[in-house]
């Protein structure tokens, strides 16, 4: 667990960022920098047709992809464009949301399996606990058994 919180507050200011961006223009800006030749990747299929259907309208021929925001390196199965390749928006903030997730999940991993107060460890403790008590009374080292 981040003790300190630093990891929720990273996921709210980005859920903030991405809520107070909305309708700021983005995708008309992405629209008016294309070029015929340029790739766009999206994080849905919803977002990818969107958007083709956008760049149709303006008679753009561009490429334009849906990419796993867990499996971006599967961009270079899609080989290189003739242009440029851009992330969309949506794209952009949610991989920094998956990466910020990711570290989060890192940091309990890391906590949990360094601890020695779990519950786990708490139950190996009392085992070996009653453990040597009974070797107390039963011995294993005696000879003859």
């Known amino acids: 667990m981040d003790h300190f919180g630093i990891g929720a507050a990273m996921v709210g ?8 961006a909305r309708r700021t223009g983005r995708t008309t ?4 920098s294309l070029k015929d030749g340029d790739r766009v990747c999206c994080a849905t299929t919803e977002e ?14 561009v490429t334009i992809i849906c990419l796993p925001i867990r499996d971006a390196q599967r961009i270079f199965e899609k080989g290189t464009s003739q242009g440029l390749t851009i992330f969309d928006h949506t794209w952009v903030e949610r991989y920094y949301m998956a990466a910020v997730e990711r570290a989060q999940d890192e940091i309990d991993q890391l906590q949990r399996e360094s601890s020695g107060w ?3 460890h708490e139950r190996t403790r009392a085992q070996a606990q009653e453990l040597a008590r009974w070797h107390e009374y039963y011995p294993t080292d005696r000879k003859g058994l």
């Open 29 to 32: 800006a992405l629209l008016d």
């Open 118 to 120: 779990s519950e786990a």
């Open 13 to 20: 200011m980005t859920r903030l960022y991405s809520q107070t």
């Open 48 to 61: 990818t047709r969107h958007l083709e259907r956008m760049c149709r309208d303006r008679g753009l021929q």
